[in-house]
């Protein structure tokens, strides 16, 4: 899964692979080591929430969680759709876009 952060806005891209494991486990994690010790690893993670009715991101000590209601994954994974998006009201101006979009191989002639 790759992550991508710019401005006010996330971006994850999963994998064909990531995707099933998604279908599978509900949720799917990342990890990068700064350095050996626990407080030097990010996560993020994108996660099945069947308790959440719309996009929701959580952000803890070197955890960022991206929170897809049930029904809105089940449609995602079981269908030709690419993307979700949303727009989370984070008491910024600004606010925060989040994009959720399936990393598709491709495939060159």
């Known amino acids: 899964m790759k992550l991508r952060i710019q401005g006010n ?17 509900g949720q799917v994690e990342e990890a990068i080591a700064f350095g050996p010790t626990e407080e030097q690893i990010f996560s993020y993670v994108l996660l099945n929430a069947p308790e959440y009715e719309e996009l929701q991101v959580s952000f803890t000590p070197n955890k960022v969680t991206v929170h897809i209601p049930a ?13 979700i998006e949303g727009f989370i009201n984070n008491g910024t101006q600004k606010g925060l876009k989040i994009l959720i979009q399936k990393d598709l191989d491709c495939f060159h002639r």
């Open 71 to 83: 029904k809105t994954a089940t449609d995602w994974v079981s269908s030709d759709l690419n993307g």
């Open 9 to 25: 806005s996330l971006r994850m891209r999963v994998s064909e692979a990531e995707i099933m494991q998604f279908s599978q486990t």
